[in-house]
């Protein structure tokens, strides 16, 4: 039993962390880093994360992932990808809110946090709603950011 209590909870973290989001952010000053990641940068991979994840494809969705990533600090690349797999087919949608509280760059690397709400339909019609706090550590791999670590809560 404890072990289905914790795969149940790890799916609804993974449910919170990939759900469709609605991105909100302040705007704010760019740090002059020609050679490294600027915080737009931050900012416009969020809001891609947001899309992908609204839009249930599973491969674009794991794009955004370093296959190094870790998910809450002890999911790694593989069981996230399962995890969102069996997201995708149980829902009829997937949608998130982010509003972003923290967005820093400084080099290759990136890191955002702030609040979500996800909104889960499953294919039977019920309606879930998560939420909580979320932060995002970004690298750069071959050009382009990666998720490298995503961590994420759900209030009680």
């Given amino acids: 039993m ?5 795969r149940i909870l790890i799916l609804l973290l993974w449910l919170v962390l990939i759900l469709p989001v609605n991105f ?3 705007g704010s ?4 880093l020609p050679e490294g990641m600027r915080e737009m940068e931050v900012r416009q991979f969020v809001e891609n994360y947001v899309k992908q994840f609204g839009g249930m494809n599973l491969e674009h969705y794991m794009d955004l992932f370093s296959k190094a990533a870790v998910e809450n600090r002890a999911l790694p690349y593989p069981d996230i990808r399962k995890a969102y797999q069996k997201t995708i087919q149980g829902s009829h949608s997937l949608s998130m809110h982010v509003k972003l509280h923290t967005v820093q760059a400084d080099g290759e ?3 955002a946090s702030g609040r979500y709400q996800i909104t889960q339909v499953l294919k039977n019609g019920r309606v879930r709603i998560f939420q909580g706090n979320i932060q995002w550590w970004l690298i750069r791999e071959e050009g382009v950011l990666k998720v490298r670590e995503i961590n994420y809560g759900i209030d009680p």
């Avoid at 404890?2 to 914790?6: N, P």
């Fill in 24 to 26: 909100e952010a302040g």
């Fill in 2 to 6: 404890k072990g289905l209590a914790a």
């Fill in 109 to 111: 690397k990136g890191f």
């Fill in 29 to 32: 000053s760019l740090p002059s």
